[in-house]
Every structure is written in C-alpha cells, then in structure tokens.
C-alpha cells in the first residue's frame, strides 16, 4: 500500500459511494416519513452493534478502544456516567481550553476587548487609520496572504491595522467567533462528557442564535456556557427560561425592544422599532416549544408578546444584562391559550408564560418528536414520541428522565435504527478525527471545511437552525466535499491537524491487499460494512494499489462511516 491513487481511481469510488447514498439514505426516510407508525423490525442488533449504535448516538463518534471498554463496563453502566457529567473528569479537554482566552470572560469583558465598530471606528481613526467603511478594513485583515492572494496595498493595511489594534488593547473582531468554533470543535473531540456536548449542540440548535447579528457577537459566547451548557439534563422549564432572559436571545430575536404601544420611548434609544415585537413570541411557541401545529393562534402570539413587554437588556453592545423594565410593559389583562393572566402584573407575565408553554402537552410531543428525531431516526415512531411524551408530561419537564425513557426503548434498540442517521458536517468532521485518534487545534482551517459542507457553527441565519434530517445534507456536491475532508484529513493536508496512520496499522503487516480491507474497515468501521461498500473497495484493488492514506480516507467518505 505504498503506491498513489490515480485520480481518476478516487473520483471513480467516490461516484459509486454517492450512488449507494441517494436510494439509501433519502428515499428511505422519505418512505419512512410516510409510514410515521412503523414497529421495531424482527431483527435483532448483535451485542457488538449495540454497544456502537450507543455509542455512536451519544458521542461524537467512536475513538480507539471505545467499543472494547464500553462492552467491559455495559452499556447501561456507560449511559449513566454519561447522564451525570459532574462526575466525569475531564482534564484534558479543559487544558486544550485553558489557553482559549474569550471563552473564559464575562460579556463585558468580551466586549471591552471586542469593542462594537462605533467605538471601533473611532478608535482607529485616533491612530491615524481614517476609513470610511470599517467593514473593508475588517475584510482587509481577512486577506488571504500567499502568493496570488492580497495585493501589497492590502498587506499594508493588514500590517498597520494590526498593529493599531494592538496598541489600543484590543483583539481582531474575526478572532471572537473563531475562538467560540475553536472550543466547539475541541470539546466535541477531545470531552469525556460526549453526551452532555451531544446535548448541548442539540440544545443550542433548538434554540438558535445567529453569532454575527449585532451585539450577539458579544453575546453569544455566554449563552451557549451560561444559558445552554448547565441546562442540558435537567427541567425543560429552567432550560426556557434561561434561554428568555439570555441578554444573546433577547437582542436576535428583537424583543428586548418590545414594548406597550400606549407608551412612547426616546427614538435615539430605540430607533424606529417602537412598540409592539411578535418575533421572539412567534418563535418561542413554534420553535422553542408548542411547534408550528401546537394549537395556538395570532392573537395568542400577540397576547405572548405583551406578556414578554419590558424583558429588556442593559447596554446590549457593551455586554449587556437581563433586565426588567416595567415602563415597558404591557400591564393590561392577557389571555394565552384560554389562560387567564390578571392586569397589574410585571416580569411575573413573563415568567407564567414560560411555564404555560414548559408543561404544555403539545410542548411535551414536539420536545419529545425532536430528541427521537435526533437519536433515533428522521421519522421516529409515533410509539416512541408518545412514551417519551408521558413521561416528559409526568416529571414536568425532566429532560434526563425523557433520555433514559428513549435509550430504554425497544425501538431505539431495532436494527432499522443502526446507521439510520446521517452525521451533519460537524458531526461527521469531528468523528473521523476522534476515529483516527487524530489530533486538532480546532482552528479556522479545520472549521472551514464544516462551512464549505454548508454548516458553520454558530452561523445559521434563521431561528430553526440547521436541519437534522438527511435530505438536507445528501446529495452528490455535498458527498464529494465528504470525500474530499476525509482524503485530506487522512493525508494530513488540514493545518492544525496531525494524524499518525501507523498508530492503527495491525501488529503483524498484512501480507495482500485484502488483508489490509479487512484490517481498517475491522479498525474503523468495526466490521460493519455492506456488500456494495466492501465491493467497491474490493474492485479499486484491482488496478492499482494504493497507499495508505487514500485507503483510509475513502472508508472514512464511504456510506457507512457518514451514517451514525
């Protein structure tokens, strides 16, 4: 295995891949869909599949030795130490962080050091740097710096407005996002918590903020630590209301502007959008809670909306706080979903709104479809969601006891579920690292290729999030950027990531090229390989041999290991 790949050999493994894909991944869960009800199939998982389906589902991703010890220890031994992070100890991941400097301070920290480009501009123009558009100087610093890249002019710019930064105390403002992906993608390799990153990916995806509007550039570093992290297992309640009051979901979804339209405000404070904002209303009973078919009407967003009047931020561009400001507020009666809430009140409306809707009955459906959605399939079975939703219905919200309900379930368990998922860009980036036992930085270059995949972190516009479905991420463009990352990754072309491909190769080397397919895809995909995958391998033998790095990296593109 010491000879190149033709090209022409690599673009040939990856088209039949992506044909395997297409009738397997999105046309099943489309039947899926439609069969909503389905029962758990007959077949039952071996006692090896069981403990990676587990694994798989609740981590990012099988590393060495991880199928072995999690099959010593028992599955449900290995679950519970999951379900209580606190107890996990977790050094190596906190000292890969410990040197990440924003992910440690205080919004008004963050802010001091990522001053808003008012205060920016002005500072910059004080040390003789006088643009009219701050954003061309930022994207003047973004300048690629290699041969054919900036022009002189550009490096020039970058050089003095480095070096003004600098002395006025400050950091690039491109540097905050990348430092908040940066410890994303270190905690999803390198955590001992898995579950509990799991989590809080899946929680920040549910309530979503987008990280370049604004003030949230500032904000949203402690809304994932502070609002998101703590709240993973514990009362849906706690989680939603942490969320409300979060100075970061206030400002992007508009309704720390919100106010009663029978009192008028300074316009230099709050411009032209006095009154009234539905927004955050709107998405916190479609999105956040009920969903979209929860039972609620206009007038019931309207009624939320005055509910949440004065639920405000103090100086949101300086690192603001929560705050209540009962000017604002609508005082009147409200009535949400045939509930009546009595004139005269404060932040109390608020605050019985939001547990209104956590103790909902749709809430405890759509919660429940969402997670099963997540863990177990696109189209997960109407039995399932339904026992999910009792118990969510019975403990008044507790997300862990809602867990354990799923991993307890038989249809968690069927064959069907085994690989029914497919792994969005972060989640199958991070995997092959943590399969590879590779080591990352995290950093812009490793980020890029989850953007180019159409997944940057903490950068989706709309308030739904990324999807978690496959129909979003299969089809033929996006499958060869997959293959193209794990080419890359496995041949050690990604800056800031260094794989060792010896570390996996087998005591004794094998003698043909058959042995070696069976080696890797034994190391890498546990033997769980279909015929069509094994045969395409197979017949890429034939014609040429090839080396190490391409082998692995095309059983990392392949169907199998996109699927968790």
């Given at each position: 295995m010491?000879?190149?790949?033709?090209?022409a050999?690599?673009?040939?493994?990856?088209?039949?891949?992506?044909?395997?894909?297409l009738?397997?991944?999105?046309?099943?869960?489309?039947?899926?869909?439609?069969?909503?009800?389905?029962?758990?199939?007959?077949?039952?998982?071996?006692?090896?599949?069981?403990v990676?389906?587990?694994?798989?589902?609740?981590?990012?991703?099988?590393?060495?030795?991880d199928?072995?010890?999690?099959?010593k220890?028992?599955?449900?031994?290995?679950?519970?130490?999951?379900m209580?992070?606190?107890?996990?100890?977790?050094?190596?991941?906190?000292?890969?962080?410990?040197?990440?400097?924003?992910?440690?301070?205080?919004?008004?920290?963050i802010?001091?050091?990522y001053?808003?480009?008012?205060?920016?501009?002005?500072?910059?123009?004080?040390?003789?740097?006088?643009?009219?558009?701050?954003?061309?100087?930022?994207?003047?610093?973004?300048?690629?710096?290699?041969?054919?890249?900036?022009?002189?002019?550009?490096?020039?710019?970058?050089?003095?407005?480095?070096?003004?930064?600098?002395?006025?105390?400050?950091?690039?403002?491109?540097?905050?996002?990348?430092e908040?992906q940066?410890?994303?993608?270190?905690?999803?390799?390198?955590?001992?918590?898995?579950l509990?990153e799991?989590?809080?990916d899946?929680?920040?995806?549910?309530?979503?903020?987008?990280?370049?509007?604004?003030?949230?550039?500032?904000?949203?570093?402690?809304?994932?630590?502070d609002?998101?992290?703590?709240?993973?297992?514990?009362?849906f309640?706690?989680?939603l209301?942490?969320?409300?009051?979060s100075p970061a979901?206030?400002?992007?979804?508009?309704?720390?502007?919100?106010?009663?339209?029978?009192?008028?405000?300074?316009?230099?404070?709050?411009?032209n959008?006095r009154?009234?904002?539905?927004?955050?209303?709107?998405?916190?009973?479609?999105?956040?809670?009920?969903?979209?078919?929860g039972?609620?009407?206009?007038?019931?967003?309207?009624?939320?909306?005055?509910?949440?009047?004065?639920?405000?931020i103090?100086?949101?561009?300086?690192?603001?706080?929560?705050?209540?400001?009962?000017?604002?507020?609508?005082?009147?009666?409200?009535?949400?979903?045939?509930?009546?809430?009595?004139?005269?009140?404060?932040?109390?409306?608020?605050?019985?709104?939001?547990?209104?809707?956590?103790?909902?009955?749709?809430?405890?459906?759509?919660?429940?479809?969402?997670?099963?959605?997540?863990?177990?399939?696109?189209?997960?079975?109407a039995?399932?969601?339904?026992?999910?939703?009792?118990?969510?219905?019975?403990?008044?919200?507790?997300?862990?006891?809602?867990?354990?309900?799923?991993?307890d379930?038989p249809?968690?368990?069927?064959?069907?579920?085994?690989?029914?998922?497919?792994k969005?860009?972060?989640?199958?980036?991070?995997?092959?690292?943590r399969?590879l036992?590779?080591e990352t930085?995290?950093?812009?270059?490793?980020h890029?290729?989850?953007?180019?995949?159409?997944?940057?972190?903490?950068?989706a516009?709309?308030?739904?999030?990324?999807?978690?479905?496959?129909?979003?991420?299969?089809?033929?463009?996006?499958?060869?950027?997959r293959?193209?990352?794990s080419?890359?990754?496995?041949?050690?072309r990604?800056?800031?990531?260094?794989?060792?491909?010896?570390?996996?190769?087998?005591?004794?080397?094998?003698?043909?090229?058959?042995?070696w397919?069976?080696?890797?895809?034994?190391?890498?995909?546990?033997?769980?390989?279909?015929?069509?995958?094994?045969?395409?391998?197979?017949?890429?033998?034939?014609?040429?041999?090839?080396?190490?790095?391409?082998?692995?990296?095309?059983?990392?593109?392949?169907?199998?290991?996109?699927?968790?």
């Amino acid at each position: 295995m010491r000879k190149a790949l033709l090209p022409a050999l690599v673009s040939l493994l990856a088209v039949g891949m992506v044909g395997e894909w297409l009738p397997g991944a999105v046309q099943n869960a489309a039947q899926k869909s439609k069969a909503g009800d389905r029962k758990p199939a007959a077949k039952a998982l071996t006692e090896e599949q069981r403990v990676l389906h587990l694994i798989e589902r609740t981590s990012f991703g099988a590393r060495p030795g991880d199928v072995e010890r999690v099959r010593k220890m028992g599955w449900r031994r290995h679950l519970d130490e999951q379900m209580h992070p606190e107890r996990i100890k977790d050094e190596l991941v906190e000292a890969k962080l410990k040197g990440i400097e924003s992910i440690h301070l205080t919004n008004e920290q963050i802010a001091a050091l990522y001053p808003p480009p008012v205060v920016l501009r002005d500072a910059l123009k004080a040390k003789g740097i006088d643009l009219a558009d701050i954003q061309n100087l930022a994207q003047g610093a973004n300048a690629e710096m290699g041969p054919g890249g900036a022009s002189e002019e550009q490096r020039k710019m970058r050089r003095e407005y480095i070096q003004a930064m600098r002395e006025l105390g400050y950091r690039l403002p491109q540097q905050l996002v990348q430092e908040l992906q940066q410890s994303k993608i270190l905690r999803a390799v390198y955590s001992e918590r898995q579950l509990q990153e799991v989590m809080t990916d899946f929680w920040f995806n549910h309530f979503n903020v987008f990280a370049q509007k604004g003030a949230d550039r500032v904000l949203v570093t402690s809304y994932e630590r502070d609002a998101i992290r703590p709240n993973v297992f514990g009362k849906f309640e706690d989680l939603l209301r942490a969320t409300a009051k979060s100075p970061a979901m206030l400002f992007y979804l508009d309704n720390w502007q919100s106010m009663t339209p029978n009192r008028q405000m300074p316009a230099r404070r709050f411009g032209n959008r006095r009154g009234l904002n539905e927004n955050y209303a709107r998405e916190i009973m479609e999105l956040h809670t009920l969903g979209v078919d929860g039972g609620y009407t206009q007038k019931d967003v309207q009624e939320v909306a005055r509910c949440l009047t004065g639920w405000t931020i103090r100086n949101p561009l300086r690192g603001g706080e929560f705050v209540f400001n009962p000017v604002m507020h609508d005082r009147g009666e409200k009535v949400v979903l045939g509930e009546r809430i009595a004139a005269g009140g404060g932040i109390e409306d608020g605050e019985k709104v939001i547990r209104l809707l956590a103790r909902h009955p749709s809430t405890a459906k759509f919660i429940s479809t969402k997670l099963a959605r997540r863990f177990v399939s696109d189209a997960p079975p109407a039995s399932l969601v339904d026992r999910m939703a009792e118990v969510f219905r019975k403990t008044d919200g507790d997300i862990g006891e809602v867990l354990r309900a799923m991993f307890d379930a038989p249809e968690f368990w069927a064959a069907e579920s085994f690989r029914a998922k497919i792994k969005t860009p972060f989640e199958m980036t991070v995997s092959a690292v943590r399969a590879l036992g590779a080591e990352t930085n995290g950093g812009p270059q490793f980020h890029r290729w989850m953007a180019q995949m159409g997944e940057g972190l903490f950068l989706a516009q709309p308030p739904t999030g990324y999807s978690d479905t496959a129909e979003t991420w299969v089809n033929s463009a996006a499958l060869l950027e997959r293959m193209n990352f794990s080419l890359a990754l496995a041949s050690g072309r990604i800056p800031g990531t260094r794989v060792d491909l010896k570390a996996l190769d087998p005591k004794a080397e094998p003698k043909t090229p058959t042995q070696w397919v069976d080696h890797y895809l034994a190391v890498l995909l546990h033997g769980q390989v279909s015929p069509q995958t094994r045969s395409t391998l197979d017949r890429t033998l034939k014609d040429a041999q090839m080396d190490r790095a391409k082998f692995v990296g095309m059983i990392l593109g392949s169907p199998e290991f996109q699927r968790q």
